[in-house]
T-cell receptor, first 116, second 113 residues
């Protein structure tokens, strides 16, 4: 157990639907990152939150949104789903630290989304 | 922009043989470098990281990596591979601070008897 909890583990939904993926970071970590992993694109950074605020944005579609709540858990909302959105979605958290180092991430086990 | 290249998509080695997985990065300053391993159906686990200092870093599970600034490389090595090392390996680069890492596309390692 890495300490980062993602739910659900598997999700099957139809095109056009909306889903919410949930992530609880490791205790004490303020940063949450969302990544999408697909066979052809590899690991693509979507968005980062730090202590409730959006910190960085990557290749996140407008149909996707995220937020981080006061208890630091985060949700990734995917709407108007398309077949191409089928992928593994990972959440990661990182240790609180200064701006002078980079501790790397602790990953959750991911949510496998299948759009049919 | 930062980028990471893992030239080998798939490598097969015999159990007990040595292993080297290649990673080349592009980054404007001294990078923070990481190797992660992903077993089937699992999340990514940190193997080792390089921040500064000694260019040879030791990680978990008997892995080590060497940072070579002149070659912009951070190759992962293991002297003797075990069947349980079969997995996908990802190299990543990032700047200082709690900022997003950029990952390579991964190298899949198969181990044969």
């Amino acid at each position: 157990d890495s300490g980062v909890t993602q739910t659900p583990k598997h999700l099957i939904t139809a095109t056009g639907q909306r889903v919410t993926l949930r992530c609880s970071p490791r205790s004490g970590d303020l940063s949450v990152y969302w990544y999408q992993q697909s066979l052809d694109q590899g690991l693509q950074f979507l968005i980062q939150y730090y202590n409730g605020e959006e910190r960085a944005k990557g290749n996140i579609l407008e149909r996707f949104s995220a937020q981080q709540f006061p208890d630091l858990h985060s949700e990734l909302n995917l709407s108007s789903l398309e077949l191409g959105d089928s992928a593994l979605y990972f959440c990661a958290s990182s240790a609180t630290g200064s701006r002078t180092t980079n501790y790397g991430y602790t990953f959750g086990s991911g949510t496998r989304l299948t759009v049919v | 922009a930062q980028s990471v290249t893992q030239p080998d998509i798939h490598i097969t080695v015999s159990e007990g043989a040595s292993l080297e997985l290649r990673c080349n990065y592009s980054y404007g300053a001294t990078p923070y470098l990481f190797w992660y391993v992903q077993s089937p159906g699992q999340g990514l686990q940190l193997l080792l990281k390089y921040f500064s200092g000694d260019t040879l870093v030791q990680g978990i599970k008997g892995f080590e990596a060497e940072f070579k600034r002149s070659q912009s490389s951070f190759n992962l090595r293991k002297p003797s591979v075990h069947w349980s090392d079969a997995a996908e390996y990802f190299c990543a680069v990032g700047p200082r601070g709690n900022t997003p890492l950029v990952f390579g596309k991964g190298t899949r390692l198969s181990v044969i008897a």
